[in-house]
């Protein structure tokens, strides 16, 4: 039976959600998402004989949202995580990662391998080479070209007041427009004069969709409303925090098996290619899986659940 609760990690509250025995499956999400982004993956892992765990990340819902962006570094992360298992009494666990769930989830098997059986990634590829400039400023030369998120996202207090100012418009244009039926990247073709988020997001068709049900979005626009979305906000004001402490990481190998799955019209695998995604390689030695399913957006395992439940629960049996 699915419960949950709050952890006092000591430095941290944090609200988890959990099912079934056994090994710890840490499921961490991204941005805008909750531990319950992984709702329909919980049964399915518990099932495998497996205890499915899924955290708010900090920043988000239940768990605690520091202020000061530094405060989001993955070395921070990193801490977070490894306090979880700690107070699960757990020795190792098997991550995974969606989205900034991804390198939360890789960044613990590079910095504290020891506590990592196995690591799953959805939506973002492994790539240990670091940007060749300050992120902050990359991000604004492309603005210069585009509108551009990562950008429009560095400024503390602007995109917070827009999207805390309709949540309900904001999560339904995002989820609709980062799915599958969409192309995301039409909205970069925006120039960037005084646009905001929602000037530049598509109209999204009325719910249910075959992967959201009104009663779904709901949940997510309860929890927004009430957090507001500073502490995601904070995850991309950090990008200039870890390339600047980018060397306990930069250009090591994931030594730990590793699964890969991401959807094809997914707007980080259009930006990479087949390249980027066939890069992991070099860099993952027990890479043991990488699948891209047609005509699936970013949103993976919400869009293909039963698929990406065979997936993981095949993986986890593997090890």
Known sequence: MLSQRTLDLGHLRMRIAEQGEGVPVILCHGFPGLGYSYRHQMHAIAAAGFRAVAPDLRGYGGTDAPADAE??????????????????????????????????????????????????????????????????????????????????????????????????????????????????????????????YLDVLPEAPPLPWPWLSAAELDHYVSEFTRTGFSGGLAWYRAFDVNWQRRAAVAGARIDVPTLFIAGERDAVVEMRGQAGIDKMRDFVPDLRGLHVLPGAGHWIQQERAAEVNRLITGFLRSL
């Open 71 to 196: 405060a989001y570094a993955y070395e921070h992360i990193t801490r977070d995580l490894v306090a979880l298992l700690d107070a699960l009494a757990a020795p190792r666990a098997v991550f995974v990662g969606h989205d900034f769930g991804a390198p939360s989830a890789w960044n613990v098997a590079l910095r504290e391998r020891a506590r990592v059986l196995g690591l799953v990634l959805l939506s973002v590829p492994y790539d240990p080479e670091p940007m060749k400039m300050l992120p902050s400023l990359a991000f604004a030369h492309l603005a210069k070209q585009h509108w551009l998120h990562l950008h429009y996202f560095q400024t503390p207090g602007v995109a917070d007041r827009e999207l805390a100012g309709d949540p309900r418009g904001f999560l339904t244009r995002l989820f609709w427009a980062l799915s599958g039926g969409y192309r995301y990247l039409d909205v970069w073709r925006h120039a960037t004069e005084s646009k905001g």
